[in-house]
Protein backbone atom coordinates (compact mmCIF):
# COMPACT_ATOMS: atom_id res chain seq x y z
CA UNK A 1 0.00 0.00 0.00
CA UNK A 2 1.10 3.62 -0.44
CA UNK A 3 0.30 6.61 1.70
CA UNK A 4 0.46 9.96 1.80
CA UNK A 5 0.02 11.38 5.01
CA UNK A 6 -0.52 15.60 5.33
CA UNK A 7 -1.21 17.57 8.68
CA UNK A 8 -3.73 20.38 8.61
CA UNK A 9 -3.87 23.30 10.80
CA UNK A 10 -6.16 24.84 12.27
CA UNK A 11 -6.29 27.49 8.96
CA UNK A 12 -6.77 24.82 6.46
CA UNK A 13 -3.02 24.89 5.50
CA UNK A 14 -0.60 22.17 4.87
CA UNK A 15 1.74 21.77 7.91
CA UNK A 16 3.85 18.90 6.81
CA UNK A 17 3.60 16.64 3.85
CA UNK A 18 5.17 12.78 3.76
CA UNK A 19 4.71 10.29 0.92
CA UNK A 20 5.44 6.71 2.27
CA UNK A 21 5.27 2.80 1.46
CA UNK A 22 4.15 -0.35 3.61
CA UNK A 23 7.16 -1.90 4.98
CA UNK A 24 5.03 -5.20 6.20
CA UNK A 25 5.34 -8.46 4.41
CA UNK A 26 8.03 -7.78 2.12
CA UNK A 27 7.36 -4.00 1.23
CA UNK A 28 10.38 -1.58 0.61
CA UNK A 29 8.65 1.67 2.37
CA UNK A 30 8.41 2.96 -0.67
CA UNK A 31 5.38 5.06 -2.12
CA UNK A 32 4.20 3.82 -5.43
CA UNK A 33 1.56 6.55 -6.89
CA UNK A 34 0.98 6.72 -10.49
CA UNK A 35 2.36 10.28 -11.78
CA UNK A 36 -1.24 11.73 -11.97
CA UNK A 37 -1.84 10.10 -8.37
CA UNK A 38 0.93 11.94 -6.85
CA UNK A 39 -0.34 15.63 -8.39
CA UNK A 40 -3.80 15.16 -6.99
CA UNK A 41 -3.06 13.37 -3.51
CA UNK A 42 -2.71 17.02 -1.66
CA UNK A 43 -6.21 17.99 -3.67
CA UNK A 44 -8.11 14.71 -2.41
CA UNK A 45 -6.95 14.84 1.10
CA UNK A 46 -8.06 18.51 1.06
CA UNK A 47 -10.90 17.96 -0.13
CA UNK A 48 -11.93 15.41 2.45
CA UNK A 49 -11.42 18.28 5.09
CA UNK A 50 -15.31 19.46 4.76
CA UNK A 51 -16.18 15.65 5.88
CA UNK A 52 -13.92 15.80 9.25
CA UNK A 53 -14.80 19.86 10.10
CA UNK A 54 -18.85 17.73 9.66
CA UNK A 55 -17.75 14.35 11.64
CA UNK A 56 -16.22 16.59 14.34
CA UNK A 57 -19.30 17.48 15.75
CA UNK A 58 -20.69 14.24 15.48
CA UNK A 59 -17.90 12.00 17.66
CA UNK A 60 -16.25 12.62 20.67
CA UNK A 61 -13.46 10.40 19.67
CA UNK A 62 -10.22 11.90 18.03
CA UNK A 63 -9.78 9.15 15.79
CA UNK A 64 -12.09 9.19 13.09
CA UNK A 65 -11.22 5.85 11.15
CA UNK A 66 -11.80 6.13 7.18
CA UNK A 67 -13.81 9.00 6.29
CA UNK A 68 -13.95 9.38 2.36
CA UNK A 69 -12.91 7.62 -0.19
CA UNK A 70 -11.50 8.93 -4.38
CA UNK A 71 -11.45 6.29 -7.07
CA UNK A 72 -9.46 3.11 -4.84
CA UNK A 73 -8.48 5.73 -2.52
CA UNK A 74 -9.01 6.37 1.13
CA UNK A 75 -8.62 8.96 3.66
CA UNK A 76 -8.41 8.27 7.33
CA UNK A 77 -7.90 11.29 9.56
CA UNK A 78 -7.31 11.89 13.50
CA UNK A 79 -8.26 15.12 14.97
CA UNK A 80 -6.33 16.64 17.47
CA UNK A 81 -8.02 18.60 20.52
CA UNK A 82 -6.63 22.02 18.63
CA UNK A 83 -8.13 20.96 15.36
CA UNK A 84 -5.26 20.35 13.96
CA UNK A 85 -6.02 17.39 11.30
CA UNK A 86 -3.81 14.08 10.48
CA UNK A 87 -5.10 13.09 7.28
CA UNK A 88 -3.87 9.41 5.72
CA UNK A 89 -4.28 8.71 1.97
CA UNK A 90 -3.75 5.15 1.47
CA UNK A 91 -3.78 3.76 -1.92
CA UNK A 92 -3.94 -0.19 -1.77
CA UNK A 93 -2.29 -2.20 -4.82
CA UNK A 94 -4.18 -5.71 -6.26
CA UNK A 95 -2.82 -8.46 -4.23
CA UNK A 96 0.65 -9.57 -4.70
CA UNK A 97 1.27 -7.25 -7.85
CA UNK A 98 3.26 -4.14 -8.44
CA UNK A 99 1.62 -0.92 -9.82
CA UNK A 100 1.98 -1.42 -13.74
CA UNK A 101 3.75 0.99 -15.87
CA UNK A 102 1.00 2.32 -17.38
CA UNK A 103 1.13 5.76 -18.18
CA UNK A 104 -1.79 8.35 -18.09
CA UNK A 105 -1.28 9.24 -21.82
CA UNK A 106 -1.81 5.29 -22.71
CA UNK A 107 -5.34 5.75 -20.86
CA UNK A 108 -6.09 9.10 -19.48
CA UNK A 109 -9.54 7.90 -18.40
CA UNK A 110 -8.41 5.64 -15.54
CA UNK A 111 -7.48 6.60 -12.24
CA UNK A 112 -4.95 5.08 -10.41
CA UNK A 113 -4.07 3.05 -13.50
CA UNK A 114 -5.04 -0.25 -12.01
CA UNK A 115 -7.56 -2.30 -10.32
CA UNK A 116 -9.09 -2.01 -7.25
CA UNK A 117 -7.55 -4.22 -4.28
CA UNK A 118 -10.72 -6.18 -4.45
CA UNK A 119 -11.11 -7.29 -7.88
CA UNK A 120 -7.76 -9.18 -8.74
CA UNK A 121 -7.56 -12.19 -7.65
CA UNK A 122 -3.89 -13.60 -6.37
CA UNK A 123 -2.20 -16.29 -8.90
CA UNK A 124 -2.55 -19.97 -7.66
CA UNK A 125 1.07 -20.57 -6.41
CA UNK A 126 0.18 -17.34 -3.64
CA UNK A 127 -2.90 -18.63 -2.96
CA UNK A 128 -2.03 -21.51 -0.79
CA UNK A 129 0.59 -19.44 1.13
CA UNK A 130 -2.41 -16.82 2.17
CA UNK A 131 -4.48 -19.51 2.92
CA UNK A 132 -2.38 -21.26 5.42
CA UNK A 133 -1.14 -17.90 6.69
CA UNK A 134 -4.33 -17.42 7.21
CA UNK A 135 -5.41 -20.54 8.96
CA UNK A 136 -2.34 -20.12 11.48
CA UNK A 137 -3.41 -17.01 12.74
CA UNK A 138 -1.21 -14.54 9.91
CA UNK A 139 -2.24 -11.39 8.68
CA UNK A 140 -1.70 -12.01 4.54
CA UNK A 141 -4.61 -9.84 3.45
CA UNK A 142 -4.15 -6.53 5.89
CA UNK A 143 -2.13 -4.31 3.77
CA UNK A 144 -4.22 -4.46 0.78
CA UNK A 145 -7.64 -4.45 2.94
CA UNK A 146 -7.83 -0.86 4.15
CA UNK A 147 -11.23 -1.87 5.67
CA UNK A 148 -10.36 -4.34 7.55
CA UNK A 149 -10.20 -4.20 11.73
CA UNK A 150 -6.34 -4.80 11.67
CA UNK A 151 -5.51 -2.57 9.39
CA UNK A 152 -7.95 0.13 11.14
CA UNK A 153 -6.26 -0.29 15.01
CA UNK A 154 -3.02 -0.17 12.62
CA UNK A 155 -3.78 3.25 11.60
CA UNK A 156 -4.78 4.06 15.28
CA UNK A 157 -1.92 3.30 16.79
CA UNK A 158 0.07 5.35 13.89
CA UNK A 159 -1.91 8.16 14.48
CA UNK A 160 -1.42 8.13 18.46
CA UNK A 161 2.53 7.77 18.28
CA UNK A 162 2.40 10.97 15.38
CA UNK A 163 0.32 12.73 17.44
CA UNK A 164 2.92 12.16 20.55
CA UNK A 165 5.70 12.90 18.35
CA UNK A 166 3.78 15.95 17.07
CA UNK A 167 3.08 17.30 20.66
CA UNK A 168 6.47 17.41 21.64
CA UNK A 169 7.42 19.29 18.40
CA UNK A 170 4.98 22.30 18.93
CA UNK A 171 6.42 22.53 22.60
CA UNK A 172 9.16 23.67 21.20
CA UNK A 173 9.34 27.86 21.79
CA UNK A 174 10.46 28.09 18.08
CA UNK A 175 7.28 25.91 16.86
CA UNK A 176 3.76 27.19 16.35
CA UNK A 177 0.51 25.59 16.27
CA UNK A 178 0.23 26.77 12.47
CA UNK A 179 3.70 27.19 11.47
CA UNK A 180 5.07 24.44 9.25
CA UNK A 181 7.04 21.22 10.66
CA UNK A 182 10.25 21.22 8.99
CA UNK A 183 12.28 19.25 12.15
CA UNK A 184 13.91 16.12 10.67
CA UNK A 185 13.49 14.66 14.11
CA UNK A 186 9.20 14.41 13.46
CA UNK A 187 9.95 13.55 9.82
CA UNK A 188 11.77 10.57 11.35
CA UNK A 189 9.66 9.84 14.01
CA UNK A 190 6.67 9.21 11.01
CA UNK A 191 8.96 7.45 9.20
CA UNK A 192 9.35 4.81 11.99
CA UNK A 193 6.01 5.06 12.92
CA UNK A 194 4.86 4.14 9.32
CA UNK A 195 7.68 1.22 9.47
CA UNK A 196 6.22 -0.03 12.73
CA UNK A 197 2.47 -0.08 12.12
CA UNK A 198 2.08 0.36 8.48
Known amino acids: ??????????????????????????GDGV???P?????????????????VEEMQWLSNQMYLKRIDSFASSHISCYLTP???????????HPPNTPP??????????????????????????????????????????????????????????FFTEVYEAWCKAIMSPFQGINKALTSPVFKQRVQTAGKKFL
Not at 1 to 26: A, H
Not at 101 to 113: G, H, M
Not at 116 to 128: C, H, M, W
Open 1 to 26: MSYYFCIVGTKDNPLFELEFGTSKQG
Open 31 to 33: ARF
Open 35 to 51: AEARRLNPFVVHASIDI
Open 82 to 92: TSTKFLLLHLP
Open 100 to 157: PTQSAAQNPYVFPPFAPYTTSAPSSSLLGRSSSSASSGGSAAIPNNPTSPQTEEAMRL
